[in-house]
């Protein structure tokens, strides 16, 4: 049997898994304390320390917000740990959220947040681009890439050092997105589409790390390879492969057959 290797110039392909939207205002009411408090929506499963619910300044004519406390030697947070407490299913691409000063006229302490994210059984948690700092008391929209491809993850809101409390409401992630640069050389993955356990790479020399993703964003398979990939686990189905090798991204598309 001959292979024909299936070549060309790899394009910008982008696809977004899963997107979560919370307004907390079915989140019941809670104190501020020194314990966590563990919170089940139609979201997930949030968890807060510190923080406490408010409907006085909410972001928009009715509903609910969440008021993180100002308290220097006890950090507020609210995190969110995805469906059952799980991780976050599909990764985590994009986060927004609004957040504004409690303070009604402008010129109060500003209030500092960082965000951060980990793997579920990790001990350490990952910050998000720079502490931000907020000190204006109408809400403004804050947005942060992540774009961590894992199905495990957990992401929180922590607040830093605050000398004020703030106010956080109507919160948006949006799933890791498979999207990558240009690679401008002839690349291929054969034989493909394959009916074989066994995939090679043709016109990428050396080590490589491959993650093979289905089409709603899950993770399949992440290896690292020279000149094979064993797909046997794979069921009949259209592939997406993300490959990391010399520097570069880039994706094609693998069918199982």
């Given at each position: 049997?001959?292979?024909?290797?299936?070549?060309?110039?790899v394009?910008?392909?982008?696809?977004?898994?899963?997107?979560?939207?919370?307004?907390?205002?079915?989140?019941?009411?809670?104190?501020?304390?020194?314990?966590?408090?563990?919170?089940?929506?139609?979201?997930?499963?949030w968890?807060?320390?510190?923080?406490?619910?408010?409907?006085?300044?909410?972001?928009?004519?009715?509903?609910?917000?969440?008021?993180?406390?100002?308290?220097?030697?006890?950090?507020?947070?609210?995190?969110?740990?995805?469906?059952?407490a799980?991780?976050?299913?599909?990764?985590i691409?994009?986060?927004?959220?609004?957040?504004?000063?409690?303070?009604?006229?402008?010129?109060?302490?500003?209030?500092?947040?960082?965000?951060?994210?980990k793997?579920?059984?990790?001990?350490?948690?990952?910050?998000?681009?720079?502490?931000?700092?907020?000190?204006?008391?109408?809400?403004?929209?804050?947005?942060?890439?992540?774009?961590?491809?894992?199905?495990?993850?957990?992401?929180?809101?922590?607040?830093?050092?605050?000398?004020?409390?703030?106010?956080?409401?109507?919160?948006?992630?949006?799933?890791?997105?498979?999207?990558?640069?240009?690679?401008?050389?002839?690349?291929?993955?054969?034989?493909?589409?394959?009916?074989?356990?066994?995939?090679?790479?043709?016109?990428?020399?050396?080590?490589?790390?491959?993650?093979?993703?289905?089409?709603?964003?899950?993770?399949?398979?992440?290896?690292?390879?020279?000149?094979?990939?064993?797909i046997?686990s794979?069921?009949?189905?259209?592939?997406?492969?993300?490959?990391?090798?010399?520097?570069?991204?880039?994706?094609?598309?693998?069918?199982?057959?």
């Amino acid at each position: 049997m001959k292979w024909f290797p299936l070549s060309f110039s790899v394009f910008f392909f982008v696809h977004t898994s899963g997107q979560v939207t919370e307004n907390f205002d079915s989140l019941s009411d809670i104190t501020y304390g020194n314990e966590e408090e563990v919170h089940n929506l139609l979201s997930g499963t949030w968890v807060s320390l510190g923080c406490i619910i408010n409907s006085d300044k909410e972001r928009g004519d009715s509903g609910r917000a969440v008021l993180f406390r100002h308290n220097n030697e006890t950090k507020s947070y609210l995190e969110f740990h995805g469906t059952n407490a799980n991780g976050i299913t599909g990764g985590i691409g994009t986060v927004s959220f609004w957040v504004r000063h409690w303070t009604d006229n402008t010129g109060g302490s500003g209030v500092s947040f960082n965000v951060e994210y980990k793997q579920k059984d990790a001990s350490t948690w990952t910050q998000v681009g720079n502490e931000t700092q907020v000190n204006s008391p109408d809400y403004m929209q804050k947005s942060f890439t992540v774009n961590q491809s894992a199905d495990d993850l957990y992401l929180r809101i922590i607040s830093v050092g605050n000398t004020e409390r703030l106010l956080l409401d109507d919160f948006e992630l949006t799933g890791h997105t498979l999207g990558f640069e240009n690679w401008h050389q002839s690349v291929s993955i054969y034989p493909n589409p394959t009916q074989i356990k066994t995939v090679y790479f043709q016109g990428m020399p050396g080590s490589k790390e491959v993650m093979i993703y289905d089409l709603h964003g899950k993770q399949l398979l992440h290896k690292t390879v020279n000149e094979h990939l064993n797909i046997e686990s794979l069921v009949p189905g259209l592939y997406v492969a993300k490959i990391h090798v010399q520097q570069q991204i880039f994706t094609e598309k693998l069918v199982v057959r």
